[in-house]
């Protein structure tokens, strides 16, 4: 089974590694890949660099973990980008994979809003959650709205890493310090770049 983790990753910072890699491993997962978002239709109006550079820092985050790989499905095709459009993408082309899904917990009470997301979740053989306490979500309610949900949900306890990537965008524009929570090549792109000023 392969993980296929969407995102925008404005930049990555270590709460996905460690989300990724802990999803790996409770799963067994043969492969995390990372499915770097061209144009999230969920953020319209937010600017977002350009997707060379996001591309380019997943690939300085991952390239030490033979487990995880980087994913351009989102890229190569005309955007808005949707998730069922990926895991349809992804099944044609590799109809021998399974598949799980990872998402946050925020992602999930999200779902019925989402493009499709009966189809999502037949084409997904698991949808692995980051349980966040701080986001509530009822899942027997969600199963109601999107039968078949709860059978292929995993929920997934993580060490908390209280970092998002808007905070890390807010203190490299502000010069605060964010070189540790984000792998040190991708510290090091941010600087050499000039992102985030």
Known sequence: MIGVFGGTFDPPHIGHLVLADEARFELDLSKVLWVVTGEPPHKPDRPIIPVEHRLRMVELAIQND????LSRLEVDRPGPHYAVDTLAELAEARPDHER??????????????WRSPDRFVKLSDAIVVLNRPDVEANL???????????DKVHFLEVP????????IRRRVASGKPYRYLVARAVA????????YR
């Open 66 to 69: 033979s487990a995880f790989g």
């Open 100 to 113: 799980a899904y990872v998402m946050g917990k925020d992602s999930l009470r999200d779902l019925p809003a």
């Open 140 to 150: 027997e309610e969600l199963d109601i709205q999107i039968p078949g949900l709860a």
């Open 160 to 167: 908390v890493v209280d970092v998002t990537s808007r905070d």
């Open 188 to 195: 090091d792109y941010i600087a050499e770049q000039d992102l």
